[in-house]
């Protein structure tokens, strides 16, 4: 027997409850039957649906929770509950494209994008989802919305971009980790398509500065490749590496905020949904800086984070999804 049932279903299904949360909590039943309201409202009891599906507590399942924590018996309805939906507007599409390409100067074309309901959440296209080409034909922009505690729900659009700029070329091969010099690079004008994201367009954004990564000679200099810009974006997906002298783990996790190479930045674990401070090292990459105390901690304890269990309050599991704790 399962702790809910998953039905495939259009989003905005009448009669459901909206969760915004990864997890149904008491609180979201005792909204529906409010005889659940005396048992603690922050207990968790399922996991939420995935976005446009349904979870249906039934009744027997809902007598069962009510008679564990000690609420009469009575006649109880099946619950349904779903995430909140929407569909992508066209104007905030493309703000959020243009906000991200970062050329003031571009002019972004949107010929289509993904018209299916997405969940409620914060709209993310990074520049590292538009593969550019100097093709005519439009391009394919991935991106995703942030949802529930930090999970990412895909997205896409095409594009056709045109610019009229100047733009930072090398004359030489740039290596990554030594300053740039004033005759390593030129100016050049760059009218149609851009060959780089967010390109430097002043030779004072590159001479003296490190970059990231190589850049070929006749190449423009992007701006990403200079170590003083952002180098993880809010919303990106970071490689966190964590040592210490007995442990060595790695995880993924979800960047909070902007942050440069060696900013520190507010990342969430995307297995146990904990926030923690990590150092960017690199593109799509933060490490865990621990203070000695923390080191000797975590040498003492059994440390796991990418098993974190959800504590469930049936006695039931649900087969077709993820198990709750305790499940066999």
Known sequence: MMIAALVLAAAGTAGCRI???DVIRMRDIAAADTVFAAADDNLVVAYAPL??????????QLARLARRHGIADGQF????????????????????????LAIPTAEVELVDFSHFPAPVGDLVFPRSGLALTPSKTPLLW????????????????????????????ATDNLVSGKPVRGDQVRIEPLEGVPDALAPAQSLDQVVGKTLLRPVLRG???????????ITVHR????????RTPLLHLRFEAAAEMDGRLGDRIRLRNLQSRNTFVGEVSGRACARVVLSVKQE????????????????????VCDRGGKKAEGCQ
């Open 296 to 315: 000797e901690e975590a040498n003492d304890d059994e440390i796991n984070h990418s098993n974190t269990a959800l504590r469930a309050t049936d006695d």
């Open 77 to 100: 309805r099946d619950i349904c509950f779903q995430r909140a939906m929407r569909k992508i507007d066209e104007q905030e599409l493309l703000d959020t494209l243009s906000k991200s």
């Open 19 to 21: 969760v915004t949360d």
């Open 51 to 60: 976005p446009g599906a349904v979870r249906i507590l039934q009744s027997a």
């Open 235 to 242: 919303g990106d997906k970071v490689d966190v590496d964590l």
């Open 142 to 169: 991935k991106g995703y919305v942030i949802y529930g505690g930090g999970q990412h729900f895909p997205v896409w659009a095409r594009v056709r971009l045109h610019a009229t700029l100047r733009r930072v070329v």
């Open 219 to 229: 190449s423009t200099v992007s701006l990403d490749d200079i170590s003083s810009s």
